[in-house]
């Protein structure tokens, strides 16, 4: 399979094909690969991460743009960036300062299914 070069203007996500105009965006630790969390960005929280970046997003619980690391301090720096094939997920790499997920945890994915289903 070819890979194709894109320059930054040449990529276009595709905000619309979600009815609410959302992406998801995967983080990742840049130092380590952990996934830190998921998230969503619509078009004005994408642009605002590309012109800062820092990372932010958009709180589908709260309906309002989230820097995230404004509340907590705990910031996210963009070290890189990638969109899938269908140019509608974002793979987003950074440097976490702190933990990223509210419960005060590294990573918001902490809980292994598995491991609890053999538990009992």
């Known amino acids: 399979m070819r890979q194709e070069n894109f320059s930054q203007t040449d990529v276009k996500l595709d905000f619309e094909k ?3 105009g959302l992406v998801p965006v995967i983080v990742t630790d840049i130092a380590n690969g952990q996934v830190l969390m998921l998230a969503y960005m619509n078009a004005q929280s994408y642009q605002l991460t590309l012109e800062t970046k820092e990372m932010w997003y958009w709180s589908r619980s709260r309906q309002e743009l989230w820097h ?5 301090g705990h910031y996210q720096y963009v070290k890189s960036i990638k969109v899938d094939c269908d140019f509608d997920t974002l793979l987003i790499a950074v440097d976490q300062v702190g ?3 509210h419960t005060g945890t590294r990573s918001c994915f902490f809980t292994d299914v598995i491991a609890m289903r053999e538990e009992n």
Do not use: E, M
């Not at 995230?68 to 907590?72: E, P």
């Open 68 to 72: 995230k690391g404004d509340t907590s």
């Open 99 to 101: 933990p990223a997920c």
């Open 18 to 20: 979600s009815p609410d």
